[in-house]
């Protein structure tokens, strides 16, 4: 099972360069004077906690206090690597603790950011300054990827942390009326995303990214009164920014073999059954029976990829969105087992979302001790009526014969039945991703896959785009547009204008097409008065 995250421990080998190079600087000096407690001895842990957080406040107001002098002076970097300082800002930047991850959460969701949220951003200047400084640079080389991807995932964990403290920087910075300078940061994170489509291992990452970025510019352009001088300006950078087009095709092929690779060797059968089943004939099904566990995975490779060719050759038509979404439906329909994604959904409603995450390895902020809080969840409901019952059924859906009987076994301790019941959930994880898709994507991927190569990324750049225009035509005119002017960025699923629609608040920029079912792209942007 590929983990999608892996520990802190496999980090690119370089970072200690860093380290010992004397690079990093110090925020507290090793030995000296320090801050004195209120008997004048060394502080204790409360007291340094609250001189700290008092510091960090001071420090992030002071930013913010001469953050429009300093956006008139902005430094031009070297013509260095951008990643060597990437990776030393990525070990400035604080962890957030559990409390301080949720309020971030929250406040990305539309709260309003309050002093704790500030005191963090204070903690977070020197690294931010750094992230800021590194976008800048013309030439970002990551380094070399290892083949299980351990120092990958652990660059793709702190960049999805980073693209939300960002944006969260960002959205303070608006809510303290420093609108032009909030911009500045979202910019700072797209170039960090044209930083990272430029390496097609990274590319997916950067697409994690991309959407905090623009998610928070609307919120900013929302809450800032109309500003002729900041709109332009703004327009006139966003402009200046392109990310790389990606090759979704390679890079999927390259997931989908590194995926193949790495099924472990219990699978194998289930891989030749599904290979069985597409066989034409008998003779052909003794040849598969035959074959060695590698030509297995290479058999199945190749049916993936002519699955996907299929599929890519049809996007690739000039047949309209909705022609193609229809034509790649009825391939993949046939692909489908309901029955068994039924099962699935009864098991996430009795477990809860967690019981994803462990299915699939993806653990993106659990802990080991919460994974085995999650766990012990299970072993508990397993007391209830039917429980057993329903995971027998499911195990048995994805070709597994699991006895669960263990679960009220009394005389297994609690530490075995963990050990246990960990074993189960990753083999009925690797089992649910075979059963339920051609060899790992199902249904909801293959039609995320297909909303990707169509546009979705498109049109959150183009609808800011078009909505900056509009805001500019209400700074001149005192009103917004009844129609969208046609010199404005198209929908990218029809290549017409977006639909348009005013409201009480503002107005809302959305994608003609209906043809997917969630979650079509409507942009909502408010519009302040001025005297505001």
């Known amino acids: 099972m590929n983990h999608y995250f892996s520990n802190e421990k496999n980090k690119f080998p370089f970072l200690l360069c860093i380290i010992f190079s004397g690079i990093l600087t110090v925020a507290e000096p090793i030995f000296g004077s320090e801050p004195a407690g209120r008997t004048g001895g060394p502080l204790g842990s409360s007291e340094r906690s609250a001189y700290e957080d008092r510091k960090a406040l001071e420090a992030y107001e002071k930013r913010n206090a001469e953050i429009d002098s300093r956006i008139q002076g902005d430094l031009m970097p070297s013509h260095n690597n951008a990643a060597l300082l990437y990776y030393q800002a990525f070990l400035q930047l604080p962890d957030a603790n559990g409390a301080i991850k949720t309020k971030i959460y929250d406040v990305y969701g539309g709260d309003e950011p309050d002093t704790q949220i500030r005191i963090f951003l204070g903690k977070c200047l020197p690294a931010l300054e750094l992230f800021e400084i590194a976008s800048l640079m013309p030439q970002c080389t990551w380094g070399v990827w290892s083949e299980e991807q351990n120092s990958r995932n652990f660059l793709g964990r702190k960049l999805f942390n980073l693209s939300y403290i960002i944006s969260i920087d960002a959205y303070t910075l608006a809510t303290d009326c420093h609108y032009r300078a909030a911009l500045k940061q979202c910019l700072t994170l797209r170039r960090i995303v044209k930083h990272l489509s430029e390496d097609p291992e990274l590319y997916l990452f950067s ?127 046939p692909t489908m087992i309901t029955d068994l994604l039924k099962l699935f959904d009864m098991v996430h409603d009795k477990f809860g979302d967690n019981i994803l995450s462990l299915m699939m390895g993806i653990h993106l902020e659990m802990t080991e001790e919460q994974k085995l809080s999650e766990i012990q969840k299970i072993i508990d409901k397993s007391a209830e009526p039917d429980t057993i019952e329903l995971l027998t059924t499911f195990s048995h859906a994805v070709g597994e014969d699991i006895d669960f009987g263990f679960l009220v076994n009394r005389e297994m301790t609690d530490k075995q039945k963990h050990a246990e019941m960990q074993k189960v959930i990753y083999d009925l994880g690797e089992a649910l991703a075979i059963e339920t898709s051609k060899f790992g994507l199902s249904w909801i991927a293959i039609e995320k896959l297909i909303k990707t190569q169509l546009g979705s990324h498109t049109a959150q750049i183009n609808s800011v785009q078009a909505a900056v225009e509009l805001y500019l035509i209400m700074v001149k005119t005192g009103q917004l547009p009844e129609e969208l002017p046609d010199y404005l960025p198209k929908d990218p699923y029809t290549g017409r204008n977006f639909l348009y629609e005013i409201t009480d608040d503002g107005f809302v920029i959305g994608c003609r097409s209906d043809i997917f079912k969630r979650g079509n792209e409507r942009f909502t942007f408010g519009v302040q008065k001025k005297n505001n």
Not at 260 to 270: A, F, G, L
Not at 281 to 286: K, M, N, T, V, Y
């Open 207 to 333: 697409k994690s990214c991309d959407l905090p970025a623009f998610r928070t510019i609307r919120r900013i352009l929302s809450k800032m009164p109309p500003n002729a001088d900041v709109l332009a300006w703004f327009q006139g950078q966003l402009s200046l920014i392109q990310v790389t087009p990606l090759n979704l095709e390679k890079t999927l092929q390259i997931y989908l073999k590194a995926k193949i690779d790495k099924v472990q060797s219990s699978s194998i059968p289930r891989l030749r059954g599904m290979l069985l089943k597409r066989a034409a004939d008998e003779r052909a099904r003794q040849h598969i029976r035959n074959l060695t566990d590698d030509q297995i995975r290479n058999q199945a490779l190749e049916a993936v990829q002519g699955f996907f060719g299929s599929i890519f050759a049809i996007l690739h038509s000039n047949k309209s969105a909705e022609q193609k979404y229809a034509e790649i439906q009825e391939i993949c329909e």
